[in-house]
């Protein structure tokens, strides 16, 4: 696929007039996706596609075009001179554009990480074997992902992995549910039987009859899926240069030192991890590590090419829209295993719904709990909890209300595939909260 590419953006180069320049953002797959419901499959499926996006420059001016491409170089090669042709006459209708910014420091960068040495097939056969006799529901996705970002200046970046994604949920009766998930590299049926068993552990739970508490403030532990919901709102124009200089920034007060975290919240963007290309589609290169939080206090942002120009900054490798694509909050000292004796008595949270903002400048997110939410007792879970609606700020919840944080952390990919399958995710622990406000 690399060799393929690379004749591919020669080919647009071949195709360039005096005074133009390109830019290539090649993103191809080759997926295995598998649906499950009953505990039965219900719809195979295998996605080879390769999609390329070419921006033709001249001068500040610039237009850009997407394609399917075959992966027949024949084929693909006339169909490139003509999306060129067809940019060229855009171009001298088009305003120039003050904010563009072109990676002129040639920098060839390849990631080869190591693929996942277990078929699709034996990790099917690993899941109907765990899921005889329960009603489960669900959707693996496996396969190999391929980025690559090629210029007329001769740079070239390659991005290559191969990983899983198994989202599943175990279903006990109406919509009483154990929703779960196991994400990775390299599949490891060992690890996948605990999680699986976890699960089904707590699906017994759910024969007992829930229970329904007044709102309030309760001691909570939030499981990394909730977590990890929370980190996510932080994408929303959180961590987006842009956002904080527009004063549209959640956590706009922590750049003007209004307000901070616990100090044992440490949140950087890792291109180390291989969750996403360590560079973009304008061809800036990421940092290995790019810290976003540490010790509690907002020491950096996304910054991407048109903001850098914007601002007179340097660009850290962001997209436009400016989102942390390898997010890793660092863990804390807390077992796993202890988690609900220092609980106490609280709410075990292991999945949240429906994040919005309810209040953007102070970082208040409101959203509701789902899918095996217990009430626990004496360090004891008691009962399955009826769903609630949360609504609390973040500088409280990860601030002095955080007790502390898990030693094991999860991997959660991003597991949407609309138009293609998608890089990124994050790697986040457990957070046990001192308080967490509950307003329905």
Not at 221 to 248: C, D, F
Not at 313 to 340: F, H, I, K, R, Y
Not at 365 to 390: C, H, Q, S, Y
Not at 411 to 436: K, N, Q
Request: proline share 5%; net charge negative; glycine share 8%.
């Amino acid at each position: 696929m690399q060799d393929f590419f690379h004749k591919i953006a020669a080919t647009v180069e071949s195709l360039l007039q005096a005074g133009e320049q390109s830019t290539c953002w090649f993103s191809a797959e080759s997926t295995d996706f598998v649906r499950f419901n009953r505990s039965a499959i219900r719809q195979p499926g295998h996605v080879i596609q390769r999609l390329l996006t070419i921006t033709l420059i001249q001068g500040a001016r610039h237009a850009n075009t997407s394609l399917t491409l075959s992966g027949q170089l024949d084929e693909d090669q006339a169909m490139l001179a003509d999306a060129i042709a067809q940019l060229r006459l855009q171009l001298p209708d088009l305003p120039e554009d003050p904010y563009l910014l072109i990676a002129t420091d040639v920098q060839d960068t390849t990631q080869l990480l190591p693929s996942n040495t277990v078929s699709t097939d034996s990790i099917v056969d690993q899941i109907l074997a765990a899921a005889q006799g329960y009603d489960m529901v669900g959707i693996l996705i496996s396969g190999s992902l391929y980025r690559g970002f090629a210029n007329s200046l001769g740079q070239r970046n390659w991005y290559e992995v191969a990983n899983f994604n198994f989202d599943w949920s175990l279903f006990h009766a109406a919509d009483k549910a154990v929703k779960s998930g196991y994400a990775g590299f390299e599949w490891d049926g060992r690890a996948f039987s605990g999680k699986f068993a976890d699960a089904v552990q707590r699906l017994s739970l759910l024969a007992i009859p829930p229970v329904t508490i007044p709102p309030g403030n309760y001691r909570a532990y939030l499981a990394p899926a909730a977590l990890n919901e929370l980190i996510g709102m932080l994408n929303w124009g959180g961590v987006a240069e842009k956002s904080l200089r527009t004063h549209q920034s959640p956590l706009r007060r922590m750049r003007t030192g209004d307000a901070v975290l616990h100090p044992s919240i440490k949140l950087s963007e890792d291109s180390r991890t291989g969750l996403a290309p360590g560079f973009q589609a304008k061809g800036f290169i990421k940092p290995p590590i790019e810290p976003l939080i540490q010790d509690g206090k907002l020491v950096g942002s996304m910054i991407s090419p048109r903001t850098a120009k914007e601002y007179g900054l340097v660009s850290n490798g962001a997209d436009d829209d400016e989102t942390a694509n390898a997010m890793v909050m660092q863990p804390g000292s807390l077992s796993m295993d202890q988690v609900l004796a220092e609980l106490g008595t609280g709410i075990f949270i292991s999945n949240l719904w429906y994040l919005n903002f309810s209040d953007r400048a102070n970082c208040r997110i409101t959203g509701m709990t789902r899918f095996a939410t217990f009430w626990v007792e004496d360090g004891k879970i008691k009962a399955p909890l009826n769903v609630m609606r949360f609504d609390d700020s973040l500088f409280r919840i990860l601030g002095d209300k955080l007790l502390a944080l898990t030693q094991e952390t999860e991997v959660i990919m991003d597991d949407r595939s609309y138009g293609e399958r998608h890089t990124g995710g994050t790697i986040v622990p457990g957070a046990l909260l001192g308080e967490m406000s509950f307003v329905l």
